[in-house]
């Protein structure tokens, strides 16, 4: 088991563009988080899925912001005409339920310019 | 919501022992964890709390308190590889399944 991965590592795109960012949880984990985090903060919680089912959203992602686990396995978080203010580091986090320990990938930072 | 505080910056001596503070105020309390952070690498799970008193890992322990809103990270015998940021995450019922997070204190463990 090689853990959380997330690609790409990093992004750079220009204001106004799309991204998508992909997230591989741990086999067999059912529940899988989307963070973000920007410098000196500790990572704000965006969405919830438990396998397929996108259960919880926070205020902060906004209609620019959408995020989907088609099969229950992989997750894409996509957005929407970034802007400057999107500018941070996109953590994936994935739990089996069993145990509340959240294991975190190592991040996608994304720079909008 | 809540209110989660931890001191920003701390700087110990290699060898040393260092205690990272965290209070938090939430209604729905249902445990706490405590990350370590490297520059631009993920969190890593050290420990998690759910029940008050002491919780030995090695040279890392937490302690809970519930009745006071606090928890402590106490870190022996120091290494250099030690220095990171520490991040105090608290699990509240009433926000679902989500960790919230302080905003890490900054630990530099010097020679």
């Given at each position: 088991d090689t853990g959380v991965s997330q690609n790409p590592r990093h992004k750079i795109t220009k204001r106004g563009q799309n991204v998508t960012f992909r997230c591989d949880p741990i086999s067999e984990h059912n529940?899988?988080?989307w963070y973000r985090q920007t410098l000196g903060q500790g990572p704000e919680f965006l969405t919830y899925f438990q396998n397929e089912?996108?259960?919880?959203?926070?205020?902060?992602?906004?209609?620019r912001f959408s995020a989907e686990r088609p099969k229950g396995s992989f997750s894409t978080l996509e957005i929407q005409r970034t802007e400057q203010g999107d500018s941070a580091m996109y953590l994936c986090a994935s739990t089996d339920g069993s145990t509340d320990t959240q294991?975190?990938?190592?991040?996608?930072?994304?720079?909008?310019? | 919501g809540q209110n989660i505080d931890q001191p920003t910056e701390m700087t110990a001596t290699e060898g040393a022992i260092v205690q990272i503070?965290?209070?938090?105020?939430?209604?729905?309390?249902?445990?706490?964890?405590?990350y370590q952070q490297h520059a631009g690498e993920a969190p890593t799970f050290l420990s998690y709390n759910v029940l008050d008193g002491l919780e030995e890992k090695g040279r890392f322990s937490s302690f809970l308190s519930r009745s006071k809103g606090y928890s402590y990270l106490l870190l022996k015998e120091l290494q250099m590889k030690d220095?990171?940021?520490?991040?105090?995450?608290?699990?509240?019922?009433n926000s679902g399944y989500a960790l919230n997070f302080g905003k890490g204190t900054s630990l530099l463990v010097t020679p």
């Open positions: 529940r899988l988080y089912a996108q259960l919880e959203k926070s205020r902060l992602l906004s209609d294991y975190f990938g190592p991040g996608t930072r994304l720079t909008v310019l | 503070n965290c209070t938090y105020q939430t209604s729905g309390f249902n445990g706490l964890f405590w220095s990171a940021s520490y991040l105090c995450a608290v699990y509240d019922s």
